[in-house]
T-cell receptor, first 112, second 115 residues
C-alpha cells in the first residue's frame, strides 16, 4: 500500500526500552489512527488525530504517546516498553467517517 | 459510544458452499458500516461499506452485506466461496454525525475454506 508507510516492519525490545513507530501518508488525509491487533481481540484504537497538531485518546491509550507535528506523519511512542505491548501495530488514515480507512502493512513488535 | 459484535470467531466451510458472517452493532446515533478483510501477514483492505440508501451493498470478490436497522445487523454473505477467501474478516462502525470519528472494529471472524 504505497499510500501509508509504516517503519519499522519488525522490532524486538527489552522491557523498559523506548521506541517510536513512524507512520507516513501521502494521501493528504486529515485523519490518522494507530491501532493494535492482538489475537482474538480485533483492532483496538490507541490514539488518533483529526488534523495537524491534534491528538486524542482511543480505547487503549495507556503506555503510549503520539505526536502529529506534520500533516503527513503520525508518530507512536512507547516510553517504557512492557511485554503487554507485544502486538502488531497498524496505522490508518482516511478523509472522514464516511470514507474507508487506508492501512499500512503493520509493525510487529515483540517486548521481552 | 458505539460497539461491534461479531458473533462467530471461526467459520469453517467447504469450497463452493455459501457463507454468512454475522455482525451486530450498537449505537445511539446513525452509523456507517464497513467490512474489511485481512489476508495473512497483510494489512486490512475494504470489502464493502454502507453509508446510506439501499440496504443491500455489494463489494469486491462477490461479497455482499445487508444493513438491517431494526436488528442492528450488517451480515456479510457470499453465495459460493473459494479457497482464496480464507482470511480474517472484520466488521467496523463509525458514527455518521462526527466527521473525525474513528472506526470501532469487531474482534474478527476467521473464515477457513477447505476443499
Amino acid at each position: 500500500n504505497a499510500g501509508v508507510t509504516q517503519t519499522p516492519k519488525f522490532r524486538v525490545l527489552k522491557t523498559g526500552q523506548s521506541m517510536t513507530l513512524l507512520c507516513a501518508q501521502d494521501m493528504n488525509h486529515e485523519y490518522m489512527y494507530w491501532y493494535r491487533q492482538d489475537p482474538g481481540m480485533g483492532l483496538r484504537l490507541i490514539h488518533y488525530s483529526v488534523g495537524e497538531g491534534t491528538t486524542a485518546k482511543g480505547e487503549v491509550p495507556d503506555g503510549y504517546n503520539v505526536s502529529r507535528l506534520k500533516k503527513q506523519n503520525f508518530l507512536l511512542g512507547l516510553e517504557s516498553a512492557a511485554p503487554s505491548q507485544t502486538s502488531v501495530y497498524f496505522c490508518a488514515t482516511h478523509q472522514g467517517s464516511n470514507s474507508p480507512l487506508h492501512f499500512g502493512n503493520g509493525t510487529r513488535l515483540t517486548v521481552t | 459510544a458505539q460497539s461491534v459484535t461479531q458473533l462467530d470467531s471461526q467459520v469453517p466451510v467447504f469450497e463452493e458452499a455459501p457463507v454468512e458472517l454475522r455482525c451486530n452493532y450498537s449505537s445511539s446515533v446513525s452509523v456507517y458500516l464497513f467490512w474489511y478483510v485481512q489476508y495473512p501477514n497483510q494489512g486490512l483492505q475494504l470489502l464493502l461499506k454502507y453509508l446510506s440508501g439501499s440496504t443491500l451493498v455489494k463489494g469486491i470478490n462477490g461479497f455482499e452485506a445487508e444493513f438491517n436497522k431494526s436488528q442492528t445487523s450488517f451480515h456479510l454473505r457470499k453465495p459460493s466461496v473459494h479457497i482464496s477467501d480464507t482470511a480474517e474478516y472484520f466488521c467496523a462502525v463509525s458514527e455518521s454525525n462526527q466527521a473525525g470519528t474513528a472506526l470501532i472494529f469487531g474482534k474478527g471472524t476467521t473464515l477457513s475454506v477447505s476443499s
